[in-house]
């Protein structure tokens, strides 16, 4: 954009409405209806079928920083105010302050028009008080011992006790040969509590709910033979473990994790290249292609986007609902609102975005920081079937869980953070969502009931 709108690095203003293009476009076809289709709620149900020609978004941008994004007229999918408020909000933190190379932006104003049904115009992004980041972050990686893993399944009458009973067996002979190992290890039941929410006592499942379940265990150990070990004394689940076992796979690989580092600003030097490909017929023939070449050739400042003048298209410069929710009773959060998670090292980051947008007021009343915390609580459980010193150890861990509340005003949506609780973040994390990306969805089944 700098190269091509003949931009300065110091026109923070244009900088800002550029790099909100860039984050909007960043994750590809989430823009335009992937990973937002949700079969029976009323709000995201679109069919199979539009999934299967999703176009992938683009953006035009003027000199002067306006800003539309984008998809294939025709194309299916969907593209409107809410999956570009779920794209903002995504793994942003706070929104007042991103923090990107070329500038810090402010996403708190930005707010989205639908145009037609393929067009959103983005405006309100602008440079944070600090316009420029001091620090740059370099990402260096570092060996972090050993993963681990095996899965059993059992099955019909008492599959939950046997489950326990292998997990008990598994720790108990680890801790034999070397002695603290089993306080490496994570287990859960793939289907039930794997994901860690929603389920806050096993034991109360009942057997007609349980006549199908998979254990799982991950271990993260400081040396090989730990996890090699691991893996035999897994398979002896076969001959030495509960009756009925079965489906037995383990496996162990080297961990690096990628650390965190600042580095000053002035100690990071870079260069910029280009160069074009030849144009082939394909593309002269593809109306993307021209759609592009009429829009902006290099150093121009004007473009030929053909952008609607009727207003009638007005589907979403609100959100779906023209009502507010029930006040006075419990329901679920999804009826007020929805909401995509994301990650940044060992940090969950989701949006709580409401379908009618005057219902952040009682929602910034019930979604507080306690609430949060209660919720992702059991995050920090590594066992099924948890003892009260694993339950005290939980509550010790969950001391260092911070959590902080951010409000997007232009889009009414609140933007949760939540620290150190992916267990150490993705490259070392034991779950098997290491990325926390499922959680979204899991708050949003939390009942919760608006004030008046």
Request: proline share 4%.
């Amino acid at each position: 954009m700098v190269y091509e709108l003949g931009w300065n690095w110091n026109d923070f203003k244009q900088l800002a409405q550029g790099s909100l293009a860039a984050h909007l476009l960043e994750c590809g076809c989430q823009l335009t209806g992937g990973y937002f289709m949700h079969p029976g709620d009323e709000y995201r149900d679109i069919s199979f079928e539009k999934l299967l020609d999703l176009s992938l978004p683009y953006a035009v941008i003027s000199y002067e920083g306006e800003v539309f994004v984008a998809k294939t007229v025709g194309s299916g999918g969907i593209l409107n105010y809410n999956t570009c408020a779920e794209q903002l909000l995504y793994e942003v933190g706070d929104p007042s302050a991103y923090i990107t190379p070329d500038v810090v932006v402010d996403f708190q104003d930005v707010y989205f028009k639908s145009l037609s049904e393929d067009i959103v115009s983005c405006k309100g992004a602008k440079p944070s008080e600090t316009a420029l980041p001091d620090r740059l972050l370099q990402l260096v990686p570092l060996e972090y011992g050993w993963k681990a893993w095996g899965e059993i399944s059992y099955g019909g009458r008492g599959c939950l006790k046997r489950a326990e009973a292998a997990e008990f067996l598994v720790r108990s002979w680890m801790d034999e040969t070397y002695p603290g190992t089993k306080d490496c290890l994570s287990s859960y039941i793939i289907g039930y509590n794997s994901l860690k929410i929603g389920i806050a006592d096993i034991h109360n499942l009942s057997e007609k709910q349980t006549l199908d379940i998979r254990l799982r265990m991950d271990g993260l150990f400081k040396q090989k033979e730990h996890a090699v070990h691991f893996s035999e004394e897994f398979m002896a689940l076969y001959t030495n473990g509960p009756a009925g076992g079965g489906g037995i796979c383990t496996g162990q690989k080297k961990e690096i994790i990628l650390q965190k580092e600042l580095v000053e600003r002035q100690n990071v030097y870079w260069k910029t290249a280009m160069s074009q490909t030849k144009t082939t017929n394909q593309c002269s023939q593809n109306p993307i292609c021209q759609d592009f070449n009429q829009i902006h050739s290099p150093r121009e400042h004007s473009h030929t986007f053909d952008i609607p003048k009727d207003n009638s298209f007005d589907e979403i410069n609100s959100s779906a609902l023209t009502s507010a929710a029930p006040s006075g009773k419990r329901i679920p959060l999804y009826e007020v609102a929805h909401s995509r998670a994301g990650d940044k090292g060992n940090d969950l980051n989701f949006s709580i975005i409401p379908h009618f947008p005057r219902d952040i007021d009682r929602l910034k009343m019930v979604i507080t920081p306690n609430w949060v915390k209660n919720i992702v609580s059991h995050l920090l459980d590594t066992s099924c079937f948890p003892s009260p010193e694993a339950i005290e150890h939980r509550n010790t861990l969950l001391d260092q869980v911070n959590i902080e509340l951010y409000e997007a005003k232009g889009i009414n949506s609140l933007n949760v953070v939540v620290r150190n609780i992916l267990d150490g973040g993705v490259n070392c994390s034991r779950r098997i969502d290491r990325h926390g990306k499922t959680l979204s969805d899991l708050v949003l089944c939390q009942e919760i009931m608006l004030p008046e």
